[in-house]
């Protein structure tokens, strides 16, 4: 059994409620590996038994999308992610699948409001490009991390230069920042100031005068300039087809940013991984976004 199996088997001892054993249950599908979902599900598929199991519908749920999730096309355990470590507000995960090969690219990610990448981090994880990766998901405060991430830094600038530290202290190249929802902005500007070969942003916010004189894009060095400087090289917006906002701001978007790729998904609103992945397309989306330029032939 893993720990997050025992992590819930206690939680599902200590709850009062149906409402209290879901809270921990989102807690946990914030940070467990695809492997580990694996053993939660066989946890619980053990136990399945209403005469004895007094959660047993919460996790006939909980089951049912795992089945779901697990056998759409492009989910894979080939990577054999493990999480190195564990912070409030960071996470950070290795492959240790592509015959153990020592990843040398970090992949940055930015949530959203909800600390997720619009899924849950195992399934978000399973469809990244099959290569070796360290992957650093990070947890900040709103608005756009202009409060920095609880417990490690103050601000922006100063989770810049935490990310890069962290980076350079493993030896690895920060190759990707993607980033949803609230973490879009964030994404775009630390990409740009990381000098990351991609950014992939979903559901980025609106880029009111306001909004980017309050949060200016491009910092690279603790040099803080207009958005003229950053043409979008690198970049993508995938934009839910159906959200009038998000569609607008990237047609903004990419008469300021001309190099930006838009990607548009014509059956998504603003939380546009999560169709994206349920209809197979995510995998794919992610793997041709995230090889070099001179192989996608741009």
Known sequence: MSVVSQVLDRARLSATTVNQLNQT?????NIITPSEAQSINESMTERADPETNMWDSSETTWRDQFAV???????SYSHEFVRVWNRPSATMYKTTGFNRKTPKKLVVLFTGGANRMMVPSWI?????PRMPLCVLLVRGREPFYEEGLP????DFPSTVDWIRQVAADRGLVVDTVMGCSAGAMPALRAGYA??????LVFGLPTLSRENLARFPITERK???????????????????GLDARDVAVAAEARTVMPRAHVVTEPGAI???VEPLARRGELHRLLRIHSAP??????
């Open 69 to 75: 999730w697990s056998t759409l096309k492009g989910f």
């Open 293 to 298: 330029w001179w192989r996608r032939g741009l």
């Open 194 to 199: 990381l000098g990351a070969n991609r950014r």
């Open 151 to 154: 417990g490690i830094t103050e």
């Open 270 to 272: 603003h939380t546009v």
């Open 25 to 29: 249950i989102i807690a946990l599908e």
């Open 124 to 128: 978000f994880l399973a469809h990244l």
């Open 222 to 240: 603790n040099v803080v300039s207009d958005l003229g400087r950053d043409d979008g090289t690198g970049l993508t917006l995938f934009v839910g």
